[in-house]
C-alpha cells in the first residue's frame, strides 16, 4: 500500500524497527499500516491535522459575529473567500486580501479570520453564508514540526510491536490503515505534541 499523508517515512521506521536489510520487506505492509494509524491517531488526539491536500478544498461556514470569523479547522492559505448575503445559496460577493486578516500572524496555521476595519465588508448573519476555498491545515509538509515526525514514529514502532499481543488501544482495521486511539494522559505525547493540541 501506499502511506496516505503519514508522518513519518517507512525507511524510519524500518530503521527504529531494525530492519536494515532493503531486501527484508515482508513487514512493509503492515508498517505502512502503522504508520498511517498513527498519523491519524495524532490528528485525533491533536483536533488538527498536520497536511494539506495537493488541490484546494472548499469549506462552509456560518459566521457568529459580523466581524470575526473561527473556522472549525487550521488554514494555511485562502485562494478565494467568497458570502452569501442573502441566504439563497449563492455566493456572490468575493472579498479581496485586503478586506480579511488571517490570524494569527507569525504562525504556519491560521484559525481566525478577522474583518479588515478597512475593508468592504462583513460576515453575513446567513447560515452557511461563508464559503472559503484553500489550502485546510495545520502546515504544509515541508513546515511540518519534528514533534510530530518523531511521535508518529514512536507511536507506529508501538503498534508494529504490540501486533503479535495483545492489540490494546487498537480500535480495528481498514483497507487505508489500522485506527487507534492515544490515551488521554499519554506521557510522550504530552511531552513532544502537547502543545499542538487544538484549543479552539
Known amino acids: 500500500m501506499t502511506i496516505t499523508n503519514g508522518y513519518c517515512a517507512l525507511a524510519e521506521v524500518r530503521q527504529l524497527l531494525g530492519y536494515s536489510n532493503a531486501l527484508e520487506t515482508t513487514s512493509d505492509l503492515l508498517?505502512?499500516?502503522?504508520?498511517?494509524?498513527?498519523?491519524?491517531?495524532?490528528?485525533?488526539?491533536?483536533?488538527?491535522?498536520?497536511?494539506?491536500?495537493?488541490?484546494?478544498?472548499?469549506?462552509?461556514?456560518?459566521?457568529?459575529?459580523?466581524?470575526?470569523?473561527?473556522?472549525?479547522?487550521?488554514?494555511?492559505?485562502?485562494?478565494?473567500?467568497?458570502?452569501?448575503?442573502?441566504?439563497?445559496?449563492?455566493?456572490?460577493?468575493?472579498?479581496?486580501?485586503?478586506?480579511?486578516?488571517?490570524?494569527?500572524?507569525?504562525?504556519?496555521?491560521?484559525?481566525i479570520i478577522e474583518v479588515d476595519p478597512e475593508g468592504d465588508y462583513t460576515f453575513p448573519a446567513t447560515k452557511k453564508g461563508v464559503q472559503i476555498v484553500g489550502k485546510f491545515g495545520y502546515c504544509a509538509i515541508t513546515d511540518r514540526p519534528p514533534e510530530i515526525t518523531t511521535f508518529c514514529m514512536l507511536l507506529a514502532v508501538r503498534l508494529f510491536k504490540r501486533m503479535s499481543e495483545a492489540p490494546f488501544g487498537v480500535m480495528g482495521f481498514s483497507e487505508t490503515g489500522q485506527s487507534t486511539v492515544i490515551p488521554s494522559d499519554d506521557p510522550d505525547a504530552k511531552m513532544l505534541i502537547g502543545k499542538y493540541r487544538r484549543l479552539i
Open 31 to 111: 508498517i505502512e499500516k502503522v504508520i498511517e494509524a498513527a498519523s491519524r491517531a495524532i490528528d485525533a488526539w491533536c483536533d488538527r491535522r498536520f497536511f494539506t491536500t495537493s488541490a484546494d478544498e472548499t469549506k462552509y461556514y456560518t459566521a457568529k459575529y459580523y466581524n470575526v470569523l473561527f473556522p472549525e479547522e487550521d488554514i494555511v492559505s485562502i485562494t478565494t473567500l467568497k458570502t452569501d448575503e442573502d441566504g439563497d445559496g449563492t455566493f456572490e460577493v468575493t472579498w479581496a486580501t485586503t478586506d480579511y486578516l488571517l490570524l494569527p500572524f507569525n504562525q504556519p496555521y491560521k484559525n
